[in-house]
């Protein structure tokens, strides 16, 4: 559909892409936040967004989310260009973000914070409670999880539950992208393979999922392309038969720069 | 739009973690049950040390039309701070909202009908105001409705005393339409015996009916609740928290105006600063009511039993024939008493529940599979790496 000069082949091109990023790029005022980065998202796979912070990641979310638009560069969703202007825009566009700590009202039930903004009513706005309560349910016991009281706060899950009820709240609502801002960052490492799962089940319901991470065994194992970005620029973008773990985690960690932190611990280590 | 025909994982059969939560503390935590409670201690505290009167319809008549007239302003204050913002200067709005529709009708002539609908407007003018200063600025709204209401109170005495040469305007009684103003926001509702009940009691059960409808049943409630609870949150899934923040500002500043029209109407006079100090009552009330300073969180009809208890405590001090300072040390301890219950409700309601000790080992059992689960997708070497990471 769309000739990309920049992209590797390392994918037959069979459709257009759910998303895809030709070189773009966001400044603010003079400071250059993300430059000519170039990836994209197939429907049923996982795209991961690795990178340190102040890498660009946040702008990258940002500009998919439609909290920020690009200066530079074409976004396409399935082979069309679009620019979003308001989080709404992209959230209509079939695009969810599920953030790392804004996703939840703490203090609300489980359903009103899986309809909050999306709320169904039958008159004057009126929410059809009973209704809401069930698929809040039944949408739960999809990812997984028994919700025996949907009233029960959101503040009262665990880390890896929360995540999970904003991503079974996006797939519901009929996303066809979901962005996951580092969902396992703040988590152990079995509350983090619980959420390797969902992001699982996601794809397997047939989204594409953009993962955010600065954890490339993570990211790995659920990818099937990889995208590394380091202050502002991309380090590459890896169909995932294009690139080993051990690669993929010397690219990420900037294999030269560790050596040279490793011999200043030793060097901070040995006189004391 | 439902995803019901993609496969879904198999439900997990019983998921230990989520706690259970039994009925009867479900019920205990509602935000109105501490008011509830509250207020009927009240009531027979009264009912004990001033018998005869508390209990005779005019002692009753008595101390719900002053809790009314707390409620009229103080509902929407609750609206307000669930929302996760205060008002200070819904105070004064009762004795601008009074001044602006007195000086309309005595002074400029107009019928009390336009009068009406002309300080409603104004009212609603500052409500915008207020809002879009507060959202707009993302200042505390604390400090931007305390600025409003110091600018209002001068403006309020300057204004009649250009137009009076005192602080307040009289002869609304006289004025050509009195009687509609009268009927709508002063006359009595219905007679039991030789007492009557103001209308202002009808236009409290109105506000808290509506209130409570709109919060807990409706989209905006839910906009409510999540603008107060995690506003970013709720501007990222498409809630227009911006709307939502200057409704209740105005919704605040128009049920200032009820109040301060009830007050022109029952006295026939406006005093410029009426209602000046009474933000604190409205504030007390929400509190008391089982709403959160920080938002997100709380009842209308708990402020409504709120307001009761302001109102019962305004009245029944002087009937039992204790000191009035006693009103404001009453006020300051449930006031107290209350936000300390808020508090622990909330830590209760944002930290995840534990399981009980019979449960430990089949959760642990459960953990496992998980680890296994994930170390399954994670190969070998990851997750310890992870590990060390973390």
Avoid at chain 1, 87 to 98: D, H, L, M, S, Y
Avoid at chain 1, 197 to 224: C, E, W
Wanted: proline share 3%; net charge neutral.
């Amino acid at each position: 559909m769309t000739e990309v000069a920049s992209e590797p082949a390392g994918r037959d091109s069979r459709a257009a892409p759910l998303i895809e990023l030709q070189r773009i790029s966001k400044f603010f005022g003079g400071v250059i936040a993300l430059q000519n980065v170039t990836t994209s998202v197939q429907a049923g796979e996982v795209t991961c967004v690795l990178g340190d912070n102040g890498a660009g990641k946040s702008t990258f979310i940002k500009i998919l989310a439609g909290v920020h638009s690009h200066d530079d560069g074409h976004l396409l969703m399935e082979g069309h260009p679009v620019k979003f202007s308001s989080p709404r825009e992209a959230k209509a566009a079939g695009i969810a973000t599920v953030y790392q700590d804004l996703a939840m009202a703490p203090l609300m039930s489980i359903w009103r914070n899986f309809f909050l903004g999306s709320e169904p009513t039958t008159f004057l706005g009126a929410i059809d409670v009973r209704k809401a309560k069930r698929v809040a349910v039944e949408e739960m016991a999809k990812m997984g999880i028994d919700v025996r009281d949907p009233e029960q706060a959101v503040g009262t899950l665990s880390g890896g539950e929360r995540q999970s009820v904003a991503i079974a709240r996006a797939v519901y609502f009929g996303a066809k992208v979901l962005i996951l801002d580092e969902p396992t960052a703040a988590l152990g490492v079995k509350q983090s393979g619980v959420v390797l799962k969902y992001i699982v089940a996601a794809r397997d319901r047939g989204l594409g999922v953009i993962f955010i991470t600065h954890n490339p065994h993570h990211a790995y194992p659920v990818g099937d392309r990889f995208l590394i970005l380091k202050r502002g620029t991309s380090l590459g973008n890896f169909a995932k038969s294009e690139i080993s773990r051990d690669e993929l985690t010397q690219l990420m960690a900037g294999g030269a720069e560790l050596e040279a932190l490793s011999h200043e611990i030793e060097s901070v280590v040995r006189p004391a | 739009m439902t995803s019901a025909a993609v496969p879904a994982l198999p439900a997990a059969p019983v998921d230990e973690r989520l706690a259970r939560s039994s009925p009867v503390i479900r019920f205990l935590i509602r935000p109105e049950f501490g008011a509830l409670v509250g207020a009927a201690v009240v009531w027979g505290l009264f009912a004990s040390q001033a018998r005869s009167v508390w209990l005779s319809w005019s002692g009753t008549a008595t101390y719900v039309e002053t809790s009314a007239l707390f409620g009229l302003t103080a509902l929407a204050v609750a609206l307000l701070m669930i929302g996760g913002e205060f008002d200070l200067s819904s105070g004064v709005m009762t004795g601008t909202t009074g001044m602006f529709a007195g000086l309309f009708a005595v002074h400029s002539g107009l019928h009390v009908g336009v009068a009406l609908v002309l300080s409603l407007l104004i009212a609603a003018a500052i409500g915008v105001i207020n809002g879009v200063m507060v959202v707009k600025s993302r200042l505390p709204s604390f400090i931007v409705t305390l600025g409003m209401f110091f600018a209002l109170r001068g403006f309020n005495l300057w204004l009649t005393q250009q137009v009076t040469n005192q602080s307040q305007v009289t002869g609304v009684d006289t004025s050509s339409g009195y009687e509609l103003g009268r009927r709508l926001f002063a006359s009595e509702l219905f007679h039991i015996g030789r007492t009557g009940f103001k209308v202002a009691i009808l236009w409290f059960v109105m506000m808290a009916l509506i209130g409570s409808l709109v919060l807990t049943r409706t989209k905006v409630g839910n906009w409510i609740y999540a603008v107060g609870g995690n506003r970013d949150a709720a501007r990222m899934v498409g809630v227009p928290a911006t709307g939502t923040k200057v409704g209740l500002f105005v919704t605040v500043a128009v049920c200032g105006w009820v109040h301060g029209m009830v007050v022109l109407f029952q006295t026939g006079r406006s005093n410029v600063i009426e209602g000046v100090g009474q933000e604190f009552y409205f504030i007390i009330a929400a509190v008391l009511g089982g709403c959160l300073l920080t938002g997100g969180f709380g009842s209308v009809v708990g402020a409504a039993f709120g307001c009761l208890i302001l109102g019962m405590t305004n009245q029944g001090i002087p009937l039992a024939n204790w000191d009035n300072n006693l009103y404001f040390l009453f006020l300051g301890v449930i006031l107290l008493v209350a936000a300390f219950a808020n508090e622990a409700i909330r830590r209760w309601a944002s930290t995840a529940s534990r399981p009980s000790q019979g449960k430990i080992a089949e959760v642990e059992s459960e953990a496992e599979q998980l680890a296994s689960t994930a170390s399954a997708m994670v190969d070998r070497s990851g997750v310890a790496e992870d590990g060390a990471e973390r």
